[in-house]
């Protein structure tokens, strides 16, 4: 039997509350394509862009992304499912508080701010040597495939997450102080 990846409930209906779209990977439109393709599918309601999520080979769950359906690129990648929806509940959070018209955020994002017990390095997934966030073992447990920039505030935040609860996260995205996890930016 094929493995499928589904997203949580809670995440499928946050994704909806962001504008997202999403389609499970246990779908039987999405298993019965010709590839048998049991990856779950989010994507804006303008649909040009598409995440795709499902694992490699190596175990780490994965997210692609197509712009158009163009060839999917690699976005990000986990050693768990959890960290995968931690990833799209800071996602979607963003587009929620934006579209609530709430003051924009300021995160932890350089990587001396990273949480206790994590640091920001480097491992190779597929080849490709990326930015990771390490645990305090000095493993990989998430790669991002943005530039330096990018990649160290999303790992740094993804940090943050893993440190908290879902309803920590979801609470700070929908406050307008960005509380308990954030504080805003001043004007």
């Known amino acids: 039997m094929t493995q499928t990846f589904d997203l949580s409930q809670d995440l499928v209906e946050w994704a909806q509350q962001a504008g997202y779209q999403v389609t499970q990977g246990s779908t039987p439109a999405r298993i019965d394509t010709a590839g048998g393709d049991d990856r779950s599918v989010v994507w804006a309601?303008?649909?040009e862009i598409r995440y795709f999520i499902g694992q490699?080979?190596?175990?780490?769950?994965?997210v692609t992304s197509s712009d158009r359906m163009a060839?999917?690129?690699l976005v990000f990648a986990a050693e768990s499912m959890d960290m995968i929806e931690l990833y799209f509940y800071g996602?979607?959070?963003?587009s929620i508080r934006s579209s609530l018209g709430l003051p924009?955020?300021?995160?932890?994002r350089s990587a001396d701010e990273v949480a206790a017990g994590y640091g920001i390095g480097t491992a190779t997934l597929e080849g490709r040597e990326s930015l990771a966030l390490i645990d305090a073992v000095?493993?990989?447990?998430a790669i991002t495939a943005s530039g330096k920039i990018v990649g160290t505030a999303e790992l740094v935040c993804l940090s943050y997450y893993l440190a908290s609860s879902v309803e920590a996260l979801k609470a700070s995205?929908?406050?307008?102080?960005?509380?308990?996890?954030f504080t805003v930016r001043e004007s």
């Not at 924009?104 to 932890?108: K, S």
């Not at 000095?138 to 447990?141: K, M, Y």
């Open 56 to 62: 490699q080979a190596g175990g780490w769950y994965i």
């Open 173 to 181: 995205y929908l406050d307008p102080s960005g509380r308990p996890l």
């Open 71 to 73: 060839p999917e690129e």
């Open 91 to 94: 996602k979607c959070g963003l």
């Open 45 to 47: 309601n303008n649909g």
């Open 138 to 141: 000095g493993s990989p447990v």
């Open 104 to 108: 924009i955020l300021r995160y932890p």
